[in-house]
């Protein structure tokens, strides 16, 4: 007996290269997880002569028809008061309906986020919900896990714990370790640098670290963030968006040199073939498309947000993230783990205990 497709709810129309990048980011998808289907929202008329074209969408799509488009210029108050008809309306409420398991945009962040925050709701105990990504690094798993990246820009000291508590669960479950290390960004290490919240947010996470089982390391700076001195970066989504969007245009920079290095004479172009398979390793590495994908959390229900400019590739590496937060459950294990948490935190030793510890 086979097991039960994944359906994902996707916005096609929401990035900044249109529904022909999505859709052939869906089809790449498709051929890597052959157990998922897509409900597509947009234009029907345009998607389905988009996907006709793509054999391995044949049979696995199912088409909402949505005229409207979310803009990167729309205010998001003016989307969740006249935004019913757009393609990031429908994609959201199909997963609060429940008919897929995570949605997943390419479109405006603000505008994706509050109206995940009205449809979907907050998680009893959150107060501000966080986008998480995952940073290149110096560890072991490859990854650091960095919140809030840009979903409020605001953050006080019992936001900056709820980052920490949900970042811990989301390295626990998606990076598969058992007892992460936290740091929180500032600008120094020292115990009496930064804002006031900042320090109230260092004492208060480090009472939390034994009680939740994760290990505290205390603040940490920029250059920490690719670094192998902690696992999870909590900061506010001013700083965290700022740091995100510095390292994807120094990536980009990088990239560009490299090819102006290799290509200034005959030498560097032959040592450019020479190293070619450890440049193609490097730019996998260093490469933005391949870690595509925001996850929103503390809401109920499961969105992931796409880098705007995302090509296939990048479409292609949301949908994968997608794939695997829906094959792993992670949703309703942090529902779960977040559910004691009030204002003060009570009792949040249980919100990063593993499955087993869990038992439904």
Not at 103 to 110: I, K, L, M, P
Not at 249 to 267: M, N, V, Y
């Amino acid at each position: 007996m086979g097991q039960t497709p994944i359906v994902l709810s996707i916005d096609a129309m929401g990035g900044d290269l249109g529904p022909e990048a999505v859709v052939s980011g869906m089809s790449r998808s498709a051929k890597d997880h052959p157990g998922i289907r897509f409900l597509v929202h947009g234009p029907e008329a345009r998607l389905a002569r988009l996907i006709e074209r793509k054999k391995a969408l044949a049979g696995r799509c199912e088409i909402r028809d949505a005229s409207g488009v979310v803009s990167m210029q729309d205010k998001p108050s003016q989307i969740v008061r006249h935004g019913q008809d757009t393609s990031m309306w429908a994609a959201i409420e199909a997963v609060r309906a429940k008919e897929a398991a995570v949605a997943v945009s390419c479109g405006n962040t603000g505008a994706l986020m509050a109206l995940s925050m009205i449809r979907l709701k907050k998680l009893p105990g959150v107060n501000r919900p966080a986008i998480a990504i995952l940073w290149p690094s110096r560890n072991p798993q490859g990854f650091n896990v960095m919140l809030d990246v840009g979903a409020d820009v605001r953050a006080d000291a019992q936001d900056l714990l709820q980052y920490a508590l949900m970042g811990v669960s989301y390295a626990r479950n998606g990076l598969n370790l058992e007892r992460p290390r936290v740091g929180l960004l500032n600008v120094g290490t020292e115990e009496h640098k930064g804002k006031a919240e900042l320090k109230e947010a260092h004492e208060l996470i480090g009472q939390m670290a034994d009680r939740a089982q994760f290990d505290f390391v205390g603040f940490v700076e920029g250059g920490d963030i690719p670094g192998a001195s902690c696992d999870v970066i909590v900061t506010d989504g001013f700083t965290g968006n700022v740091a995100l969007k510095t390292g994807e245009g120094t990536a980009s920079l990088i990239g560009d040199r490299l090819k102006e290095a290799f290509a200034f004479s005959p030498l560097s172009r032959l040592a450019s073939l020479l190293a070619l398979t450890s440049l193609r390793r490097l730019k996998r590495k260093i490469d933005p498309r391949r870690v595509n994908g925001g996850v929103f959390l503390g809401l109920n229900g499961t969105v992931v947000k796409s880098h705007g400019a995302a090509d296939a590739t990048g479409v292609s590496a949301a949908i994968t993230l997608a794939v695997q937060l829906s094959q792993s459950g992670f949703a309703e294990r942090l529902a779960a783990r977040l559910a004691s948490i009030t204002e003060t935190v009570p009792d949040a030793e249980d919100l990063t205990k593993t499955d087993e510890e869990h038992p439904k």
